[in-house]
């Protein structure tokens, strides 16, 4: 019978391995982080003016509803006036249905307005809440793609008589403008 050998086997220095894996994961880290900085975009958020209101970001759900009835309307506005050569009515555009003129359920949640043609040149809607949303004016001219589009949350307001820009501002209007930007579209060229 032979004796047993033993044979002692000494654990390989940790110190080594441990220090591999730590310079890779640094590397690691680096480069992650270099291409982030460079595909880096910036985020510009473009301001408006002390008189002017952002549709997405400044308007409460209402007005925000409100507002884009006006601007789907408008194709339809343009339809009517080529037809008839002047501008329809409230009353004209309520018969045919057309928001935010109709009165429905819809034009009661968002502040009832009452609307009259001004001048045969603007559309002005008054709210009776006020709370909800405020009153609107849209002006048109003959070559408007896009309406020129106003909102006062005044209270105690009285029908406009000169609706230009200046006498709107010191009135209290604020014009709406609608900016698109990546940052509320959320899109991403690369």
Not at 22 to 46: D, K, N, P, Y
Request: charged residues 20%.
């Amino acid at each position: 019978m032979s004796t047993p050998t033993t044979q002692i086997v000494r654990p390989a220095g940790a110190g080594h391995e441990t220090l591999y894996v730590l310079l890779l994961c640094l590397m690691i880290l680096a480069v992650a982080g270099s291409v982030v900085a460079w595909r880096h975009e910036s985020q510009a958020v473009s301001s408006v003016n002390s008189h002017q209101l952002d549709a997405r970001r400044d308007l409460s759900a209402a007005e925000q509803g409100i507002y884009a009835d006006l601007r789907v309307t408008l194709d339809e506005i343009h339809l009517l006036r080529q037809e008839q050569t002047t501008l329809p009515t409230p009353e004209a555009l309520a018969d045919e249905g057309f928001a935010p003129f109709a009165q429905d359920a819809s034009s009661v949640s968002r502040g009832g307005h009452a609307w009259q043609l001004l001048d045969a040149k603007a559309y002005f809607g008054q709210s009776q809440v006020p709370s909800v949303a405020g009153s609107f004016l849209m002006r048109l001219t003959a070559a408007d793609d896009a309406p020129d589009v106003w909102l006062n949350r005044g209270k105690a307001l009285t029908t406009p008589t000169d609706l230009t820009d200046a006498a709107l501002e010191s009135a209290g209007w604020q014009q709406i403008v609608a900016q698109f930007d990546a940052g509320v579209t959320r899109q991403h060229r690369h």
